[in-house]
């Protein structure tokens, strides 16, 4: 895979001054069409020891106008960042729309270190891999474009540089922690990394190798491949793939054929009032004990609340939060998306929420507004709603193998139920203000509504994710489903404690193990 | 001061329900109102231990639509807080307008803390206090209300509860951590709150005392008295107090009175090409070994880059982060402010951006805005830019002392040098995005610029944050200056060790020793 990156090309000292100026200039302008579009470009600089990706950065970083531009690296991670799932520092510093960010190594350091080093099989590495083609997808799709470059160097040619380095005073190189650690194993190191490039290197995101002997070769190559990619990217649309989800089978016209989920709720189910208050007491009790006992495990719980207007979310969450110390949740309402928010990929913003080890979250709404109002209201079109159930899957996948418990709940009311709510609201003085036309108008399209929340369930209940449908017509009996349901998804998290003898877990390989000291 | 909480005051159970009815509708109406206007809330509960802070923080939680409160509490400090100057993480948690934040202790929890625990004396608790009447009369002239509770206890109450507190199998504060940590010296705690409330009770962000024995006393008292807050707040105009900044002369009408320090400057001086060639090259190996240093020590530093148009701000910036490691630096280029941020005090997007220890940070263009360009088009209020040298000297005064090294450059050329270069930049095809109509407008304001900023230098150079102004008109000797500069500032800075024995540096005491070990 890399003879190609081992022939000799050079550029001489003229030519580069010549084509470094005409480059530059188209850079410039590319830069300033980019700025009114809606596109944001990810640059990644990759490849082995003292091919010059720090060189390769600054001459970037030369060129641009550094008002557009943000340059990341991976090596020096904080605990705000170990805290939380592995990704939540990528997503932090994806470009807004209109810009670039320049990676070091972006989400590939991990993976290769980890091969290299014996601390992931290939078996991993490939699950790995495989997150990273649908994250890099999910971002394309939303309008990024991705370049990613690898700098090369024979064996021999890696040895020279590195020995020069070692002997120059002004290298920046020699005063890098880590240096060298990869190059006494150069075979071993090219083979992980052409595993990794040929799994990522898709029609949609290629990968470009670059022969990083001659340093006025590697920047001018660079720099007309990223010019070029934004150029093409600017002009043409968006390339798209078909979702790659479950097909939606035609329903016969049948009325016995058009039951959703939600049907099969019984929603006549209640509980009485000394009932209610024996275990609504026992369980918040309960609830106050595991959130302190997450807070010592350092484990995170995110509960999603969804549910048709008036179906109790507030008062559901409300009966949990006055419960727990204030300190250790954060409830999150989630309403119209802040400009900065809609300059990123729609998930960007839940990921911003994400709370440190230890925390409780709770959404009143939240991502799956993507598949239910969006749906329903054009808000999103439709192949935008139909690949989010995939990108929710993934997502929510990362939050459970970072150990996180997470819930999800749809409170459901029956429609006669919830105009009695409605008209109640209207009535009493302090729940006015939570009702408004648009729930009416929503109301009208309880049809459409159903048959979204009933897909939604069925693609996205997944096994370390699943729904619980709460039977919301009698309040009472559903805080308590809430309630309870909370408490035993927390008692059965807080057996098992998430793995931490590896840096990071790769993908479908939850390292959960029991835990035996009670 | 606290007798008039030792009175017993209380509510019986029947009119708690009554009237908790009554508030809680009026709470969200207020809150309703408050969304629409450009107030933001800071509510900060403070109190004796056992006095049930969590549970008015509950209480509130309860009570308001939480789909505009935050709560925040101080408690777990992360790395990236330990690391950047101590009030990052206070403007982290400040509500955009329109919103509420309740706080836990807020800043009031750090001194109170350190002065009981001995970490600080008298003077230096006084010098934090001064620093909080300052930075809330900052956040209240930007349309801030801050509402500040102090629940209290007598000692005998205080005993009483913290026994029952630990029978009590339910209760929260079983569980929390260093619980009855300060009860054990009652007395004593007692007298350092006094001196903290006293200092800090201000017309504009009054204390209000509150008596904690009763519960349902305490919780209405508060809910009614943030109702009355908010409610007069929205009915009124913003306090404002006048700046106290120095007064301005007014100059007699003879040109030798209106000379500036602009004026002063040598722009005649130049440095010849090979001279450049040899410093610029020792100087960018010097900065690159001093940025390398500066993150095995975990200094920050932040440069600040202002200037006239054309003055060669970009090619300065680009000098420096062409010699540094792209993975030590961020350039920051000041823009139009996103909602989020106009949704702030104007210093709010300068504080996020501020960096974690050990790294490089470059302005061009700064909070200096505000008192040049803000002043200048009529963007900002007379009062506002006025009151902001204050504010920025306190900001920067926070940055130096928590062992930032802090360089600020104003580029200058003369109107003559910058008309020769707006040309150039029109018949240069790279150069030409870098001229807009906008720059030949502000050419026009030159004499009202040459005030502001004149004005500028002459209020925020300070002791600690001195201006450079850089004769601009010759590239090569202000990139060279820029370059000393900097290297100077960076090997005088490294020499001086910020003080870590203390949780924290309080206001005007800079604990810096020089470094010994060489």
């Given at each position: 895979?890399?003879?190609?990156?081992?022939?000799?090309?050079?550029?001489?000292?003229?030519?580069?001054?010549?084509?470094?100026?005409?480059?530059?200039?188209?850079?410039?302008?590319i830069?300033?069409?980019?700025?009114?579009?809606?596109?944001?470009?990810?640059?990644?600089?990759?490849?082995?020891?003292?091919?010059?990706?720090?060189?390769?950065?600054?001459?970037?970083?030369?060129?641009?106008?550094?008002?557009?531009?943000?340059?990341?690296?991976?090596?020096?991670?904080?605990?705000?960042?170990?805290?939380?799932?592995?990704?939540?520092?990528?997503?932090?510093?994806?470009?807004?729309?209109?810009?670039?960010?320049?990676?070091?190594?972006?989400?590939?350091?991990?993976?290769?270190?980890?091969?290299?080093?014996?601390?992931?099989?290939?078996?991993?590495?490939?699950?790995?891999?495989?997150?990273?083609?649908?994250?890099?997808?999910?971002?394309?799709?939303?309008?990024?474009?991705?370049?990613?470059?690898w700098?090369?160097?024979?064996?021999?040619?890696?040895?020279?540089?590195?020995?020069?380095?070692?002997?120059d005073?002004?290298s920046?190189?020699?005063?890098?922690?880590?240096?060298?650690?990869?190059?006494?194993?150069?075979?071993?190191?090219?083979?992980?990394?052409?595993?990794?490039?040929?799994?990522?290197?898709?029609?949609?995101?290629?990968?470009?190798?670059?022969?990083?002997?001659?340093?006025?070769?590697?920047?001018?190559?660079?720099?007309?491949?990223?010019?070029?990619?934004?150029?093409?990217?600017?002009?043409?649309?968006?390339?798209?793939?078909?979702?790659?989800?479950l097909?939606?089978?035609?329903?016969?016209?049948?009325?016995?054929?058009?039951?959703?989920?939600?049907?099969q709720?019984?929603?006549?189910?209640?509980?009485?009032r000394?009932?209610?208050?024996?275990?609504?007491?026992?369980?918040?009790?309960?609830?106050?004990?595991?959130?302190?006992?997450?807070?010592?495990?350092?484990?995170?719980?995110?509960?999603?609340?969804?549910?048709?207007?008036?179906?109790?979310?507030?008062?559901?969450?409300?009966?949990?939060?006055?419960?727990?110390?204030?300190?250790?949740?954060?409830?999150?309402?989630?309403?119209?998306?802040?400009?900065?928010?809609?300059?990123?990929?729609?998930?960007?913003?839940?990921?911003?929420?994400?709370?440190?080890?230890?925390?409780?979250?709770?959404?009143?709404?939240?991502?799956?507004?993507?598949?239910?109002?969006?749906?329903?209201?054009?808000?999103?079109?439709?192949?935008?709603?139909?690949?989010?159930?995939?990108?929710?899957?993934?997502?929510?996948?990362?939050?459970?193998?970072?150990?996180?418990?997470?819930?999800?709940?749809?409170?459901?009311?029956?429609?006669?139920?919830?105009l009695?709510?409605?008209?109640?609201?209207?009535?009493?003085?302090y729940?006015?203000?939570?009702i408004?036309?648009?729930?009416?108008?929503?109301?009208?399209?309880?049809?459409?509504?159903?048959?979204?929340?009933?897909?939604?369930?069925?693609?996205?209940?997944?096994?370390?994710?699943?729904?619980?449908?709460?039977?919301?017509?009698?309040?009472?009996?559903?805080?308590?489903?809430v309630?309870?349901?909370?408490?035993?998804?927390?008692?059965?998290?807080?057996?098992?404690?998430?793995?931490?003898?590896?840096?990071?877990?790769?993908?479908?390989?939850?390292?959960?193990?029991?835990?035996?000291?009670?």
């Open positions: 895979m890399f003879e190609a990156t081992k022939v000799g090309r050079s550029v001489s000292k003229e030519d580069f001054v010549e084509q470094q100026e005409e480059l530059r200039t188209q850079l410039l302008e830069q300033r069409t980019l700025a009114q579009s809606k596109t944001s470009v990810v640059v990644i600089i990759s490849g082995v020891e003292a091919a010059g990706k720090g060189e390769v950065v600054n001459r970037l970083n030369e060129w641009l106008d550094t008002r557009g531009v943000q340059t990341f690296a991976y090596w020096d991670e904080s605990d705000e960042e170990r805290e939380r799932p592995r990704y939540w520092r990528f997503w932090r510093s994806l470009p807004p729309r209109g810009s670039l960010a320049i990676l070091f190594g972006g989400w590939y350091l991990a993976p290769i270190e980890h091969r290299f080093t014996g601390i992931c099989n290939d078996a991993e590495l490939d699950a790995e891999l495989n997150r990273i083609v649908d994250f890099e997808r999910m971002l394309i799709q939303d309008g990024a474009l991705i370049v990613k470059f700098c090369h160097l024979s064996e021999k040619d890696q040895k020279k540089r590195l020995k020069e380095l070692s002997r005073d002004r920046r190189w020699k005063m890098l922690p880590d240096k060298a650690k990869f190059s006494e194993h150069y075979s071993q190191y090219e083979s992980v990394a052409e595993r990794v490039i040929r799994h990522t290197d898709r029609g949609i995101s290629p990968w470009y190798l670059v022969e990083a002997q001659d340093r006025r070769y590697r920047d001018l190559t660079i720099g007309k491949t990223l010019l070029h990619a934004i150029r093409s990217r600017l002009s043409e649309s968006i390339p798209t793939e078909p979702p790659s989800t097909g939606i089978v035609d329903l016969p016209d049948s009325p016995s054929a058009q039951i959703t989920l939600l049907d709720l019984d929603l006549t189910q209640t509980l009485d000394d009932q209610y208050r024996d275990e609504i007491c026992r369980l918040q009790q309960e609830v106050n004990e595991l959130a302190w006992g997450a807070y010592k495990q350092k484990r995170t719980t995110v509960v999603v609340f969804e549910g048709v207007d008036a179906g109790g979310k507030g008062g559901a969450i409300r009966r949990i939060t006055s419960a727990i110390d204030a300190r250790l949740y954060r409830s999150i309402s989630v309403a119209a998306p802040t400009d900065e928010e809609k300059a990123h990929h729609y998930l960007w913003r839940f990921w911003r929420h994400i709370p440190r080890a230890g925390y409780l979250c709770f959404y009143d709404r939240s991502w799956y507004g993507r598949v239910l109002v969006e749906r329903v209201e054009g808000f999103a079109k439709d192949p935008e709603w139909q690949r989010s159930y995939a990108e929710i899957n993934q997502f929510e996948e990362q939050l459970v193998e970072s150990g996180v418990i997470l819930l999800k709940f749809w409170l459901h009311v029956s429609q006669e139920e919830q009695r709510r409605f008209k109640e609201r209207e009535a009493v003085a729940k006015k203000y939570k408004t036309d648009e729930d009416w108008r929503n109301r009208d399209k309880w049809p459409q509504y159903k048959v979204a929340i009933n897909e939604m369930v069925a693609r996205t209940s997944t096994e370390s994710a699943t729904w619980t449908l709460v039977e919301g017509n009698d309040k009472p009996f559903a805080r308590v489903k309630l309870r349901t909370l408490c035993d998804a927390m008692k059965a998290g807080l057996r098992r404690q998430p793995c931490t003898d590896g840096v990071y877990v790769p993908c479908g390989n939850k390292r959960l193990r029991e835990d035996t000291e009670g």
